[in-house]
């Protein structure tokens, strides 16, 4: 297997080695001159890594795919999945597209925002959740939807299944805090 730069990174490197063998897993998929195409890729491992994207990150991640920091910039900032400061343990990204708001989309994020007693665009006081809106997942058959940190889609949302979701969420949390204090 053709391998890349990260058997050769120095520990000044913000991301770590093991984030960069994944990158050039990825970068292997393109043609070796189009490093650049797996620029998506790095920044989700980036930030599965970090938990967010900083303009230190975007600099490396320039340098490491041979592109412009601009352009890196451009898509980090271009898709909401990217954030580029803290965000809640539990992010959570309604969709509002006309599919998913023909079928009360609208009616969900009240439901969320008043359960969680913020609004669009803001964070819980202990950090846990956050609540934003988004565009189409491509999941429209099954509106309303919502994402979770990115991968977890939750469909047909209504009040009982809402409630279920942040119950078993905050319940999860309890659970994975008292065992780390153990
Ligand atoms: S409009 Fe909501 S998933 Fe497509």
Known sequence: ?????????NSSKILSREAYKQIDKEIQKYPVDQKKSAVIATLIIAQ??????????????????????IAVHEIATFYNMFDAKPKAKYKIVMCTNLPCALRNAKHAMTILSDKLGIKAGETTSDGLF?????????????????????????????????????????????????????
């Open 48 to 69: 599965q890594e970090k938990g967010f994207i900083t303009p230190e990150i975007e600099k490396e991640v320039a340098q490491y795919l041979e592109m412009p920091p």
């Open 130 to 182: 956050s609540l934003n809106e988004g565009e189409c997942f491509g999941a429209c058959a099954d509106a309303p939807v919502m994402l979770i940190n990115n991968h977890q889609m939750h469909s047909w949302l209504n009040e009982k299944n809402i409630d279920g979701i942040i119950r078993d969420l905050t319940l999860s949390n309890k659970i994975k805090t008292s065992k780390e204090k153990n």
């Open 1 to 9: 297997m053709q391998n890349f730069h990260s058997d050769s990174l």
